[in-house]
């Protein structure tokens, strides 16, 4: 007996923007990205060498140039045989919106609702939302060596925010997978256990591409200090030092890498951790023990801790401003901090009250949703090395 929806995948839905204005399709392809879609982007006068064959399930068209361009592009579509949906995007109470809309439904089009300009991208979201296919993700997770085989992995980054001069003083560099159809992938659908041999593989990938994005970015922005997360079983290899060194950026702007181990592979093995944080130091490599939670205490029976930064887990920062208990175990663990001279992050800082309070509590430097998603590389240079940081 066939089972339902057996041999189903899903399949990303795609898109065509069509405006004049090359920086206005470059924001909205990123935004349907973001959502999921698979994007292009064309004018109006290159309409035609982008449509002919192609399945597409929405086209989004600004009127950057006109009305009459608006108007060619839908007699172009209903030429094409298009049997996706139209979406204008333009300042409401135009006369031409209305004179396009009305064209689109006469000629026969699945024009949707006007989306008025400016707009959102959880208003875009709501636009299209019923486009993006419901299914779940398939099981079992992905295979992390095809994925490297297939090239699909990515390094993303997320802004890590200075809390008194509000400057970005480096960023996280987080893994993620761009599956051809099932679109982007949470670590969990690809990251093997720590003991599995592709997790070197992995951390081998991690490295190399963050040290190709520091390249990509030193000559706008000169240095910028991005921290890789790898496993405390990385550094089992007697090599993975040397390894690590030989990788490192041979640029005099270069002034040193983050790496970030999980708190609870430091209490499994504090020596392995020690023993890799020393030696990491003569390379102008500090490290980061991420995730500090319920564990902490811990960190004050290992003796000597040669950590350079101390990140408080998000389950402790997030609703703070109103759980004295969680104000009293960070205000415990900034003080261990502060004994070893090393730098506090709060992690998972989503609200403006997140913040406030891990500013009166005295951390160096906050993380999360409030001030920016983890984004791919160009996003990252974009939107939080190019423009200033802002209290939302």
């Not at 045989?81 to 004179?99: K, N, Q, S």
């Not at 997978?177 to 099932?182: A, E, G, I, Q, V």
């Not at 994005?213 to 200090?225: I, P, T």
């Not at 951790?273 to 020393?278: C, G, L, N, Q, V």
């Amino acid at each position: 007996m066939p089972v339902e929806g057996f041999g189903r995948r899903r399949i990303r839905p795609s898109a065509l923007i069509i405006d004049g204005k090359p920086h206005v399709r470059e924001f909205i392809r990123e935004a349907l990205e973001d959502i999921g879609f698979v994007a292009d982007d064309s004018n109006t006068e290159h309409l035609a060498d982008l449509i002919p064959g192609r399945k597409i399930d929405l086209v989004m068209l600004g009127l950057s140039e006109g009305g009459v361009a608006g108007a060619i592009a839908l007699e172009r579509l209903r030429e094409f045989g298009f049997e996706g949906h139209v979406l204008v995007f333009a300042p409401p109470g135009m006369p031409m919106v209305d004179a396009l809309l009305d064209l689109g439904e006469t000629i026969g089009l699945s024009v949707l609702p006007l989306l008025p300009t400016p707009f959102s991208d959880s208003v875009l979201r709501q636009a299209i939302g019923f486009l993006s296919p419901q299914e779940p993700i398939p099981q079992p997770a992905i295979d992390p060596a095809q994925a490297l085989r297939a090239g699909w992995l990515e390094l993303w980054y997320q802004p890590k925010v200075n809390i008194r001069s509000l400057t970005i003083d480096g960023a996280e560099g987080l893994i993620r997978l761009r599956h051809p159809t099932w679109g982007i992938m949470p670590p969990a659908q690809f990251l093997p256990d720590v003991d599995d041999p592709h997790f070197t593989e992995l951390s081998n990938f991690v490295i190399s591409q963050a040290v190709t994005d520091w390249h990509a970015l030193v000559g706008d922005f000169g240095h910028v200090e991005f921290a890789v997360n790898l496993p405390l079983t990385f550094f089992n290899d007697p090599a993975a030092v040397q390894t690590l060194a030989a990788r490192l950026p041979a640029h005099p702007a270069f002034k040193g890498l983050i790496v970030e181990i999980n708190c609870s592979e430091l209490v499994d093995n504090p020596e392995l951790a020690k023993s890799a944080a020393r030696q990491l130091r003569f390379l102008n490599i500090g490290m980061s023990i991420d995730d500090v939670g319920a564990d902490w205490p811990f960190l004050m029976q290992i003796g000597d801790c040669p950590f350079v930064e101390i990140k408080i887990d998000r389950t402790f920062v997030a609703g703070a401003a109103d759980d004295r208990l969680k104000q009293a175990t960070c205000r415990s663990i900034l003080d261990f901090a502060d004994t070893l001279g090393a730098r506090t992050v709060a992690e998972g800082v989503e609200t403006r009250s997140d913040f406030v309070m891990a500013r009166e509590l005295g951390f160096d430097l906050v993380q999360g949703y409030f001030f920016g998603k983890p984004t791919e590389m160009r996003k990252f240079a974009r939107r939080a090395l190019r423009e200033p940081v802002k209290i939302p």
